[in-house]
């Protein structure tokens, strides 16, 4: 699903106003636990993020006290990601030659012909006619030279198209000490090999306000796709609603 980047920026926006909770007002009472929080995370070489998170959070049930021994937290991130830019004329065209060279043609034409639709939009229907009509041209030569238009067209509209990905999930905190709530090391879901620890943070200079660090730790693993690396992310309040310049005309999302 594609809109525009305005059109986003303006739906999330009402989105937040919508369903953000009454929080207290600053004071004793928020500084106890984040009743709300928005922080966004922290660049490590100066490079844009576009990687927010929202808490929304309570007493866990039979919590009890002032503060309460655990709270539970929605967390709702949203990373946006800038498209890469469309390579040069020649960088692409020896990206297709590599990718149609020998008998490579006919398994591309095989394979984006089986591919299955991912949303069946009209857009992606069109797409597969196109690819088809391609293939069954009369000569090696025509083939590559209309995939090859083809695939620059796709890549000129992917070079314009950010990518939104929204998570949600409900994480749970213990009370550390005044104004540091830590959770407990989760495993990721699918990669029991990958864990992360959060903590929430009051500033320090302004308490009602938090901030938020992960620690990844991961040991080796014999699944391609739980490969990772071990480290630290640190995300800031003071970055929560800053407004960004993007480098794309639509998000998918």
């Known amino acids: 699903m594609r809109a525009t ?77 800038e498209p890469e830019p469309l390579p040069s004329r020649e960088v692409f065209e020896k990206q297709v030659k590599e990718m149609t060279d020998g008998d490579k043609l006919k398994e591309v034409c095989q394979a984006e012909l089986a591919r299955r639709s991912k949303d069946g939009s009209q857009e992606e229907a ?34 314009h198209t950010c990518t939104l990905m929204t998570v949600v999930q409900k994480v749970t905190f213990s009370y550390v000490k005044k104004g540091i709530w830590v959770s407990h090391p989760d495993p990721v879901r699918a990669c029991s090999n990958v864990a992360v620890t959060r903590t929430l943070r009051a500033d320090l200079s302004t308490p009602s306000n938090w901030n938020y660090t992960e620690v990844t730790v991961a040991t080796p693993s014999k699944d391609s796709l739980c490969h990772a690396e071990s480290g630290t992310t640190e995300f800031t309040w003071r970055q929560a609603f800053t407004a960004a310049r993007l480098n794309c005309s639509y998000v998918e999302m």
Not at 30 to 59: M, W
Not at 140 to 159: H, N
């Open 126 to 159: 069109e797409l597969r006619k196109k690819i088809a009509k391609a293939c069954n041209q009369p000569n090696r030569a025509a083939v590559v030279a209309a995939l090859t238009d083809i695939f620059r067209d796709v890549g000129e509209a992917a070079s």
């Open 5 to 81: 980047a305005l059109g986003v920026a303006v739906c999330l926006l009402a989105d937040h106003l919508a369903t953000a909770k009454t929080a207290p007002a600053p004071g004793r009472d928020h500084e106890e636990f984040p009743y709300q929080a928005s922080v966004s995370e922290v660049s490590k070489d100066g490079h844009a993020i576009h990687n927010r998170l929202t808490f929304n959070c309570e007493p866990a049930d039979g919590s009890s006290g002032r503060p309460p021994k655990e709270i539970d937290c929605i967390m709702v991130q949203q990373d946006l990601q």
